[in-house]
């Protein structure tokens, strides 16, 4: 059973423009969620995280709102740059007993010049 | 240059045989982690180290392996008894077991023939 889900597999986005990718889970006990994000051949990095008592956490051009009561996130990256086409994990972590991350199953973003 | 370091980057093995991943970090970190990521899905967890001498099974443990006799690091055995051993395999760590900004390293591709 997926926990976290990333619905859209790909993404494209003008140069510029806003990039918003999306995240829903289903357990009410995830107490912080993260994005990572990915190059090819690479191993993720962390991007930016929001806890379950906020609604927006923003850091430079990427925001990240969570909707608890849709069980919904999402990260906006304004103004979107080329070095920005990656692979983006939504991630959650549990709130009982292990502190293991539950990620998504990843969206990729192609920002076109 | 503190890091995570994954050697080899790419890994061929025979059916049947086990095969040991390796994993190094020197950033000092008390939890490591091993993810396994397919194509479409999500990095799983196999399993995860909160201290040394000590380690548990994650979501997908059965066919693997661990040890953690030294903090910097956790290698991971891939058994024969692992039916769908073909993957990227991505090692992590982190300060201490329930921080969620984890650190990844680059990753080891695995293919069994």
């Known amino acids: 059973d997926q926990q976290v889900k990333q619905n859209s597999p790909s993404l494209s986005v003008q140069e510029g423009r806003i990039s918003i990718l999306n995240c829903d889970y289903t357990n009410s006990m995830f107490d912080y969620f993260l994005w990572y994000k990915k190059y090819p051949a690479e191993g993720p990095t962390f991007l930016i995280s929001i806890s379950s008592i906020k609604d927006k956490n923003e850091d430079g051009r990427f925001t990240v709102f969570l909707n608890k009561s849709a069980k919904h996130l999402s990260l906006h990256i304004v103004p979107s740059q080329p070095g920005d086409s990656a692979v983006y994990f939504c991630a959650a972590r549990g709130n009982f007993g292990n502190e293991k991350l539950t990620f998504g199953t990843g969206t990729r973003l192609t920002i076109i010049p | 240059d503190g890091g995570i370091t994954q050697s080899p980057k790419y890994l061929f093995r025979k059916e049947g045989q086990n095969v040991t991943l390796s994993c190094e970090q020197n950033?000092?970190?008390?939890?490591m982690y091993w993810y396994r990521q397919d194509p479409g899905q999500g990095l799983r967890l196999i399993y995860y180290s909160q201290i040394v001498n000590d380690f548990q099974k994650g979501d997908i443990a059965e066919g693997y392996s661990v040890s953690r006799e030294k903090k910097e690091s956790f290698p991971l055995t891939v058994t024969s008894a692992q039916k769908n051993p073909t993957a990227f395999y991505l090692c992590?760590?982190?300060?201490?077991?329930?921080?969620?900004?984890?650190?990844f390293g680059p990753g080891t591709r695995l293919t069994v023939t």
């Open positions: 950033l000092n970190h008390d939890a």
């Open positions: 992590a760590s982190s300060i201490v077991a329930d921080s969620y900004e984890q650190y």
